[in-house]
Nanobody, 131 residues
Framework: QVALVESGGGLVQAGGSLRLSCAAS????????MAWFRQAPGKEREFVSG???????????FYADSIKGRFTIARDNAKIMVYLQMNSLKPEDTAHYYC?????????????????????WGQGTQVTVSA
C-alpha cells in the first residue's frame, strides 16, 4: 500500500516562511514525479509545484506563476521525500496543501499541472497565512 504523508503546515504571518514535507512509503511505490497542489475553501484544487527526475540525469521543476520566485521544490531520494519551501507567504496562499505522486514520469508543465495525472495523494496539511 502506497502512502503519502504531508507535514509542516501551520499558521504564519504574511511575509513568513514554512517548509512542507511529503514522505512516501510502500513497497510498491515507484515514482519519478511528485507535486504539490492546494485547495482553498470554495475553490478548485490547483497546481502549485512539481518535480520530475531521472537517476543520473536532469531534474525538472515546475511552478505555478502565482508562487514562482517564492516557493522552491526539492527532493531527497534516499528518504523518498519531497519538500516545498515557501517564503514570502501571502494571505492568498492560505489553503490545504496536498502532496501527489505519479506512476508515469511527467516532463511537461502542461501535463504536470493536471491533477488527474497523479495516482497517489496524501491527506494534506493546512497552511494559514494571516494578514
Amino acid at each position: 500500500q502506497v502512502a503519502l504523508v504531508e507535514s509542516g503546515g501551520g499558521l504564519v504571518q504574511a511575509g513568513g516562511s514554512l517548509r512542507l514535507s511529503c514522505a512516501a512509503s510502500g513497497r510498491t511505490f515507484m515514482s519519478n514525479t511528485m507535486a504539490w497542489f492546494r485547495q482553498a475553501p470554495g475553490k478548485e484544487r490547483e497546481f502549485v509545484s512539481g518535480i520530475s527526475w531521472t537517476v543520473g540525469a536532469a531534474t525538472y521543476t515546475f511552478y505555478a506563476d502565482s508562487i514562482k520566485g517564492r516557493f522552491t521544490i526539492a527532493r531527497d531520494n534516499a528518504k523518498i521525500m519531497v519538500y516545498l519551501q515557501m517564503n514570502s507567504l501571502k494571505p492568498e496562499d492560505t489553503a490545504h496543501y496536498y502532496c501527489a505522486a505519479a506512476r508515469s514520469q511527467i516532463l511537461q508543465t502542461t501535463v504536470a499541472v493536471q491533477a488527474d495525472r497523479y495516482d497517489y495523494w496524501g491527506q494534506g496539511t493546512q497552511v494559514t497565512v494571516s494578514a
